[in-house]
């Protein structure tokens, strides 16, 4: 098993930025890769960024592109740099760990005012 404890999440001006960070812990010994996805109110849960563990190669979508960069910080914790956000940033971000099996955190929220 692997848990998952996200954190940086709250409310910021459009145009501001925030950092998330996922902290793993357990089995996360044969880690492949961590990333980020989100959930707006009335949309499905959509791929905003991952990175792999053995070579520390990254994507991210095309919305968030030259705006958001994903990083790992050490072996078990990646983090989420956001900058110039938008309104439509707004949603719930969930971190996801690739580790024989697919696990995810609890979400932490994000509000991007206008």
């Known amino acids: 098993q692997v848990q998952l404890v996200e954190s940086g999440g709250g409310l910021v001006q459009t145009g501001g930025s925030l950092r998330l960070s996922c902290a793993a812990s357990g089995r996360t010994g044969s880690m492949y890769a961590m990333g980020w996805f989100r959930q707006a109110p009335g949309k499905e849960r959509e791929f905003v960024a991952a990175?792999?563990?053995?070579?520390?190669?990254s994507t991210s979508a095309d919305s968030v592109k030259g705006r958001f960069t994903i990083s790992v910080d050490n072996a078990t914790t990646v983090s989420l740099q956001m900058n110039s956000l938008k309104p439509e940033d707004t949603a719930v971000y969930y971190c996801?760990?690739?580790?024989?099996?697919?696990?995810w955190g609890q979400g932490t929220q994000v509000t991007v005012s206008s």
């Open positions: 990175i792999i563990s053995s070579d520390g190669s």
């Open positions: 996801n760990a690739r580790v024989e099996g697919s696990y």
